[in-house]
């Protein structure tokens, strides 16, 4: 069966530490992988997307993301975490046919 | 450009109105979809509008009707809502299938 897998619900960082959020996915085929941030009432803002190519991609807002392919997984980084990132963020799984698989979400709290 | 616009931003309505959301992108794509979003949930996928014809309905009920009058607006109109249905109504685009989906900041419903 296709899903995403978000572990953490919450996460909570202080602003400037490190940051990771966990994403697996189970596909049958290639996947394309998105992450999406949602701050409260707001739409959808991609963050960033693989495709095919370098493993190892840079976003917007100073995100990165690794896809694993041997793990499954597609995980979230940024080096330093700002207190406007503060935000829900969902990490998504499409395949060419228009349907994306969303993950449950991770809100992020970032304590000052 | 990336935008996608949604109006109204807010709306509130009885269970026996009728009332339309509207959708609007001008990236020249062919893909337009509704999602619905509760608290805390990821996007669920409504309808999804190909070339200006509807590729799918994920079962939606009929007091939701999704119009794609060209291939920049998409409108959904609602009749004889339930309060179940208050929501964050999200509208999307994409080049194609495959494409990656920018969404639009969302309408925020209220059914009384």
């Known amino acids: 069966a296709q899903s995403v897998t978000q572990p953490d619900i919450h996460i909570t960082v202080s602003e400037g530490a490190s940051l990771e959020l966990r994403c697996n996915y189970s596909?049958?085929?290639?996947?394309?992988l998105f992450w999406y941030v949602q701050s409260p009432g707001q739409g959808l803002q991609l963050l960033l997307k693989?495709?095919?190519?370098?493993?190892l991609v840079q976003g917007i807002k100073g995100f990165e993301a690794e896809f694993k392919r041997s793990q499954s997984s597609f995980n979230l980084r940024k080096p330093s975490v700002h207190w406007s990132d503060a935000a829900e963020y969902f990490c998504?799984?499409?395949?060419?046919?228009?349907?994306?698989?969303f993950g449950t979400g991770t809100r992020l709290k970032v304590l000052a | 450009d990336t935008e996608v616009t949604q109006t109204p931003k807010h709306l509130v309505m009885g269970m026996t109105n009728k009332k339309s959301l509207k959708c609007e992108q001008h990236?020249?794509?062919?893909?337009m979809y509704w999602y619905k979003q509760k608290a805390k949930k990821p996007p669920e996928l409504m309808f999804v509008?190909?070339?200006?014809?509807?590729?799918i309905n994920e079962s939606v009920p009929s007091r939701f009707s999704p119009e794609c009058p060209n291939s920049s607006l998409l409108n959904l109109h609602l009749h004889a809502l339930q309060p179940e249905d208050s929501a964050l109504y999200l509208c999307?685009?994409?080049?194609?299938?495959?494409?990656?989906?920018?969404f639009g900041p969302g309408t925020r419903l209220t059914v009384l």
């Open positions: 596909y049958g085929a290639t996947p394309y």
């Open positions: 509008y190909s070339y200006e014809k509807l590729s």
């Open positions: 990236m020249g794509h062919r893909a």
């Open positions: 998504a799984v499409g395949g060419g046919t228009y349907k994306y698989i």
């Open positions: 693989y495709f095919s190519g370098d493993t």
């Open positions: 999307a685009s994409s080049q194609a299938g495959i494409g990656t989906q920018y």
